[in-house]
Nanobody, 119 residues
Framework: QVQLVESGGGLVRPGGSLRLSCAASGSFSAIYAMGWYRQAPGKQRELVARISNGNIPNSSDSVKCRFTISRDNARNTVYLQMNSLKPEDTAVYYC?????????????WGQGTQVTVSS
């Protein structure tokens, strides 16, 4: 069984920083693209950033130059460094990864971690 476990969320003041981590565990043979999505109250889930298994990143315009996505393939982990946080970044952040398990390749999701930006 494949699991994605996130950590690193919390409460931070505007202008502050947080680093999210997401580690994949279980039975799988390959991890392809990994990424982060977020969902604010009353809004749809939206893409924050994704990174290919070749380390090519892509991020939304709203977080470019503030957030950096990276991955450590040896640790099956993806990171999201969030700087210059704004109140509008408040949301539940979900990790996502395309993983080849014993049956097929499909998208897996983490349980979500709350990020709150407030003074």
């Amino acid at each position: 069984q494949v699991q994605l476990v996130e950590s690193g969320g919390g409460l931070v003041r505007p202008g502050g920083s947080l680093r999210l981590s997401c580690a994949a565990s279980g039975s799988f043979s390959a991890i392809y693209a990994m990424g982060w999505y977020r969902q604010a109250p009353g809004k749809q889930r939206e893409l924050v950033a994704r990174i290919s298994n070749g380390n090519i990143p892509n991020s939304s315009d709203s977080v470019k130059c503030r957030f950096t996505i990276s991955r450590d393939n040896a640790r099956n982990t993806v990171y999201l460094q969030m700087n210059s946080l704004k109140p509008e970044d408040t949301a539940v952040y979900y990790c996502n990864a395309d993983i080849r398990d014993i049956l097929t390749t499909r998208a897996y999701w983490g349980q979500g971690t709350q990020v709150t930006v407030s003074s």
